[in-house]
């Protein structure tokens, strides 16, 4: 199946928040308990000079666990879209009231500046993680040569993304079983989600004409494709 790009940036505000509202939590624990197996398995430490980056972090689903995780390290969640930001700005302002979270902000960018910008004018992250953002990039050059540009010796790098189906049947099928009932803005996004993700082929020369001889790609259950590497 071919490959069928959707808009890069959630900026309709009621797809922001029904995207907002579901419950990815399942997935969003295992991404961060996969983090902290492979920052423990490449000894990263983690200190007051770490700073993790979320590319394309939403709501904030992914960046506030990281943040509650690793109180000692600083974390910025990175996106292009308001309406997203503006959700994920109100979430950190109850962490900070309710736990004293301090460690986590928010910057509205579209990766394209990181991809094309200076190296010297992007902040050095030491680890960059990001779910669900490489199928919604048109040109997934922009996304590596982002995550290059952020990116200094050593960084670690964790991204999950959805792998795209082989038919339109086959999305439907995943549909199905893994989003049966949701507001049909969510089931929408899903579908068109799956219809512009890549396959585990593409992303492997992604990789290679990248240049990111150290990262790899990994099928992960019937949904998913994760990259992992160090720069
Ligand atoms: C499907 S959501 C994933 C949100 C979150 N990472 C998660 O795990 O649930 C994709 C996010 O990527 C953002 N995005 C897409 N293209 C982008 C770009 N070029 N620059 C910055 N953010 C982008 C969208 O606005 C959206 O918030």
């Known amino acids: ?3 069928v790009t959707e808009p890069e940036l959630m900026n309709n505000r009621f797809q922001a928040e029904a995207y907002a509202s579901a419950d990815f939590s399942e997935t969003d624990n295992q ?12 000894r990263t430490k983690i200190d007051g000079k770490t700073l993790f980056v979320d590319l394309g972090c939403g709501p904030g689903n992914i ?19 308001e309406e997203m930001l503006s959700i994920a700005e109100n979430r950190a302002e109850k962490l900070k009231q309710k736990f004293g979270l301090h460690n986590l902000n928010y910057l509205h960018s579209n990766i ?27 040109d997934p050059n922009d996304f590596w040569n982002a995550l290059k540009n952020i990116s200094c010796k050593g960084t670690v790098h964790y991204h999950r993304d959805l792998k795209r189906p082989n038919s339109p049947e086959e999305v439907i099928c995943i549909q199905k079983k893994y989003l049966p009932q949701a507001p049909k803005i969510l089931i929408d996004d899903y579908i ?6 890549f396959d585990i082929d593409e992303i ?26 160090i720069f």
């Open 1 to 3: 199946m071919k490959r």
């Open 31 to 42: 991404i961060v308990l996969n983090l902290e197996l492979l920052l423990k398995e490449v």
């Open 63 to 81: 960046a506030e666990r990281i943040a509650m995780k690793w109180r000692s390290a600083h974390v910025l969640g990175i996106d292009g879209s």
């Open 112 to 138: 394209a500046l990181y991809s094309q910008k200076q190296k010297n004018m992007i902040p050095s992250a030491q680890v960059v993680v990001s779910n669900s953002l490489l199928h919604h990039i048109h």
């Open 192 to 197: 068109a989600s799956l219809h512009a993700a």
């Open 204 to 229: 492997k020369s992604q990789l290679h004409f990248a240049g990111l001889k150290r990262f790899k790609v990994f099928e992960v259950g019937e949904r998913y494709l994760e990259v992992v590497g």
